[in-house]
């Protein structure tokens, strides 16, 4: 358990920025991971539109979410409420002998970077998926002369996010989900280098034979530095997309609340509903839970 989480802090270093350069750069990659998001968010629509069967809904959603998830890490993109499963491991294992002034201050410090970097990667997501939802809203609205979003749905979506309902709850327990992938993505990342997968890998006469010395050298070193979050991306998307599908069949109120998908669905729903809808109270109700879900994902 304890490698576990020492593997998983490793990759929660890269998430805290310590100067204004770093802060730039990942604020840059949030804002490129925000920008997947938002089309994420029409696709979810779009896919939701065939009205499959639960199972293979849930299947269908989470190859969505895993999909983007996968390319935001290809892309060198980030989401920021994954984060914080990570970041917090890195955070931890500065908690040594704080009685002594100068190492407890080091950790105040610690503390404030990435404090800070949790607000840059969060505003930077919401920054591009909101108006990007609501430009693909627009061009759909222009190119078919009609809302792509239907009056009904968008009313349904707005409700669904109201700070009064399930919402807070939906938001903890989807930070439980954030946590367990970080989980998995350690444990993955531990497996492979305690069974030395990466010599195994470079090192096979089939794959040697198939990709060449080099290219099986490389593709060994590739998921020796990637297998975490590869893991970790696959794992989230279906988890977002089954545990939904689960509950209804079971009956449960079990659903799932991601800042980012949310403020995506905010964005295609008030569309929907023209500007009269910021009069109305669901309207800020929906932004107040918006605002629930991002600290409850972090804080979780």
Known sequence: SRKMVERTAE?????????????????????????????????????????????????????????SFVFIQLCGFTLATKQPATTAPALAARMHNVRDPATLEKLVDEIVCLVRSQ????????AVTFPLALFIAWMGNYLLGEPMLGLPK????????????????YAAFTGVLLWLTSMAAGFADNWFAYHRLRSGMANSP????????????????????????????????????????????????????????????????????????????????ALCGILAVGVINVSV
Not at 20 to 47: C, D, P, S
Not at 216 to 244: C, E, H, M, Q, W
Request: hydrophobic content about 50%.
């Open 11 to 67: 990759t929660g270093e890269h998430y805290i920025a310590r100067d204004r350069k770093q802060y730039n750069e990942l604020f840059a990659h949030a804002a490129g991971g925000g920008g997947v998001m938002g089309i994420v968010t029409w696709l979810k629509f779009g896919l939701g539109a065939l009205h499959l069967p639960l199972l293979l809904e849930g299947l269908v959603f989470g190859f969505n979410y895993a999909c």
């Open 119 to 126: 607000m840059g990667a969060i505003i930077g997501n919401l």
């Open 154 to 169: 968008a009313e349904k979506t707005i409700h669904s996010l109201s700070l009064f309902g399930f919402t807070p709850l």
């Open 206 to 285: 089939r794959l040697r034979f198939i990709l060449g010395a080099s290219g099986a050298a490389k593709v060994a070193r590739y998921l020796d530095d990637n297998i975490a979050g590869l893991t970790s991306n696959i794992l989230l998307g279906f988890l977002l997309g089954l545990v939904p599908a689960f509950g209804l069949m079971m009956g449960l109120p079990i659903d799932v609340r991601h800042v980012t998908l949310s403020t995506g669905q905010f964005g295609a729903s008030i569309f929907t509903m023209g500007s009269g809808v910021i009069y109305t109270s669901g309207f800020w109700l």
